[in-house]
């Protein structure tokens, strides 16, 4: 028995002795946490004071789509505050095809050209960042974590700021906003619109002429046949992989099958198509179609506040969701004005300027910074913002599809041009 005691009696000493190990270790490791967190944010804060020194008076080159006034607008209010604050001037080179500018930095790099190139910051995603990153045309990974803002975003709860078309950014370029395909029609005329592939496809056939898209290779043009793509492929998981030549073609099928059917009842019978979605928008508003599309879910209800659309005008998405995706900045890695860049860009994702952008009267482009992240003050004001009568609500955007692997634009582009618009 004395033994049985003593063996018991030993081993509460050494539980006791490990609970207390445990009890005492714990804010000693605790506090070496945050000793270091304190560290890199003292790094941070030591090498970003460098970054504002060299970019003071320096001036960017800012390619970006100049297509929007309201987001014209907007990057002319965020280069004037930069300016203010920091003394560097932002040109906006507004342009109409990004491709054109990634071709014009590989260009300098396979002529020699390794600094002071054109282009100081890229506004893309998709294929082009893929593009980028093949040719070792970008800025160094994970840059975007030495920004000071960077801290207000959640990569772990949203891994999609770190993939771009389900390519790992490896942090060579910022999240800037997100995007989802949506559509938006008159309610005054159209009370059930068509909310799927099929749907759509019966409507077209339906309502001869009422039906359009912009032209690939415009950006939701091109967007709005992979939702297609997505929603009649069989294997949506294919889509994820590379585009093989031989082996992925027929999958295509479905989606040559449907713009067959319904082509010769589009607007002008398919001849023609509107350049981009703010063409769309003018159609839907002259009542020469009834369905608009774009990419910024607060574009219906901008055009409404701005008086080029109906105040009946509503939005929706299909009843399995719509193509959604992140939009980035990116430096490029000739760029001899990469501080002043990344002065701009921590400006352009800070809440001040996220929460102007998100506002439905100035751009409406949701925000990417997590709202567990920021003070107080700041999420109680993304709370409080109002959104448009046309625009959903976060609820309604919940199903979201997933942007096919990059291989697969360049194949859809190119098809429909030589099957549906090489006479165009």
Same mark, same amino acid.
């Given at each position: 028995? @004395?033994?049985? !005691?003593?063996?018991?009696?030993?081993?509460?000493?050494?539980?006791?002795?490990? =609970?207390?190990?445990?009890?005492?270790?714990?804010?000693?490791?605790?506090?070496?946490?945050?000793?270091?967190?304190?560290?890199?944010?003292?790094?941070?804060?030591?090498? %970003?004071?460098?970054?504002?020194?060299?970019?003071?008076?320096?001036?960017?080159?800012?390619?970006? %789509?100049?297509?929007?006034?309201?987001?014209?607008?907007?990057? !002319?209010?965020?280069? !004037?505050?930069?300016?203010?604050?920091?003394?560097?001037?932002?040109?906006?080179?507004?342009?109409?095809?990004?491709? +054109?500018? *990634?071709?014009?930095?590989?260009?300098?790099?396979?002529?020699?050209?390794?600094?002071?190139?054109? *282009?100081?910051?890229?506004?893309?995603?998709?294929?082009? =960042?893929?593009?980028?990153?093949?040719? @070792?045309?970008?800025?160094?990974?994970?840059?975007?974590? +030495?920004?000071?803002?960077?801290?207000?975003?959640?990569?772990?709860?949203?891994?999609?700021?770190? +993939?771009?078309?389900?390519?790992?950014?490896?942090?060579?370029?910022?999240?800037?906003?997100?995007?989802?395909?949506?559509?938006?029609?008159?309610?005054?005329y159209l009370k059930y619109p068509p909310k799927s592939a099929i749907e759509l496809k019966k409507y077209i056939i339906n309502n001869k002429g009422r039906f359009t898209f912009p032209q690939p290779p415009d950006f939701v043009g091109t967007s709005f046949l992979k939702q297609v793509l997505i929603e009649l492929i069989e294997d949506k998981?294919?889509?994820?992989?590379?585009?093989?030549?031989?082996?992925?073609?027929?999958?295509?099928?479905?989606? %040559?099958?449907?713009?067959?059917?319904?082509?010769?009842?589009?607007?002008?019978?398919?001849?023609? #198509?509107?350049? +981009?979605?703010?063409?769309?928008?003018?159609? *839907?508003?002259?009542?020469?179609?009834?369905?608009?599309?774009?990419?910024?879910? $607060?574009?219906?209800?901008?055009?409404?506040?701005?008086?080029?659309?109906?105040?009946?005008?509503?939005? #929706?998405?299909?009843?399995?969701?719509?193509?959604?995706?992140?939009?980035?900045?990116?430096?490029?890695?000739?760029?001899?004005?990469?501080?002043?860049?990344?002065?701009?860009?921590?400006?352009?994702?800070?809440?001040?300027?996220?929460?102007? !952008?998100?506002?439905?009267?100035? %751009?409406?482009?949701?925000?990417?910074?997590?709202?567990?992240?920021?003070?107080?003050?700041?999420?109680?004001?993304?709370?409080?913002?109002?959104?448009?009568? $046309?625009?959903?609500?976060?609820?309604?955007?919940?199903?979201?599809?997933?942007?096919?692997?990059?291989?697969? *634009?360049?194949?859809?582009?190119?098809?429909?041009?030589?099957?549906?618009?090489?006479?165009?």
């Amino acid at each position: 028995m @004395k033994n049985i !005691k003593s063996k018991r009696n030993s081993y509460k000493l050494f539980f006791n002795f490990f =609970f207390l190990i445990f009890i005492y270790c714990n804010p000693i490791f605790a506090l070496e946490n945050e000793s270091q967190s304190i560290e890199n944010n003292i790094k941070i804060n030591d090498n %970003w004071k460098i970054i504002l020194n060299k970019a003071s008076g320096k001036t960017i080159f800012f390619h970006a %789509w100049g297509g929007g006034k309201n987001i014209n607008s907007y990057i !002319k209010w965020a280069s !004037k505050e930069v300016m203010q604050r920091y003394n560097i001037k932002v040109n906006h080179v507004k342009i109409s095809d990004t491709s +054109n500018v *990634v071709a014009r930095i590989l260009s300098e790099k396979t002529a020699g050209k390794h600094k002071n190139g054109a *282009v100081d910051l890229i506004w893309i995603n998709g294929e082009n =960042f893929s593009f980028m990153q093949k040719h @070792k045309l970008l800025f160094k990974d994970n840059w975007i974590m +030495n920004l000071p803002e960077t801290n207000n975003m959640d990569f772990i709860s949203n891994p999609s700021l770190l +993939n771009d078309f389900g390519i790992p950014t490896n942090g060579m370029e910022m999240p800037w906003g997100v995007s989802q395909l949506n559509f938006y029609y008159d309610s005054k005329y159209l009370k059930y619109p068509p909310k799927s592939a099929i749907e759509l496809k019966k409507y077209i056939i339906n309502n001869k002429g009422r039906f359009t898209f912009p032209q690939p290779p415009d950006f939701v043009g091109t967007s709005f046949l992979k939702q297609v793509l997505i929603e009649l492929i069989e294997d949506k998981s294919v889509l994820k992989s590379t585009y093989v030549k031989g082996r992925h073609e027929d999958l295509l099928t479905p989606l %040559w099958t449907w713009l067959n059917d319904v082509t010769p009842f589009l607007w002008r019978k398919g001849i023609n #198509y509107p350049t +981009n979605y703010m063409s769309l928008t003018q159609l *839907v508003a002259d009542r020469e179609i009834d369905i608009g599309m774009a990419f910024n879910i $607060a574009h219906a209800s901008n055009a409404i506040s701005e008086g080029r659309l109906p105040k009946t005008i509503r939005g #929706y998405i299909h009843k399995k969701g719509t193509l959604a995706n992140v939009h980035f900045l990116s430096i490029p890695y000739n760029s001899s004005k990469k501080a002043a860049s990344q002065v701009f860009i921590n400006f352009l994702i800070s809440p001040e300027a996220q929460i102007k !952008k998100q506002n439905k009267d100035i %751009w409406g482009d949701p925000s990417v910074l997590s709202m567990n992240k920021m003070l107080p003050e700041w999420k109680n004001k993304f709370k409080n913002l109002s959104k448009g009568i $046309a625009t959903l609500s976060n609820e309604e955007l919940q199903l979201k599809l997933e942007e096919p692997h990059p291989s697969w *634009v360049k194949v859809i582009e190119s098809k429909w041009i030589e099957k549906f618009g090489s006479s165009k």
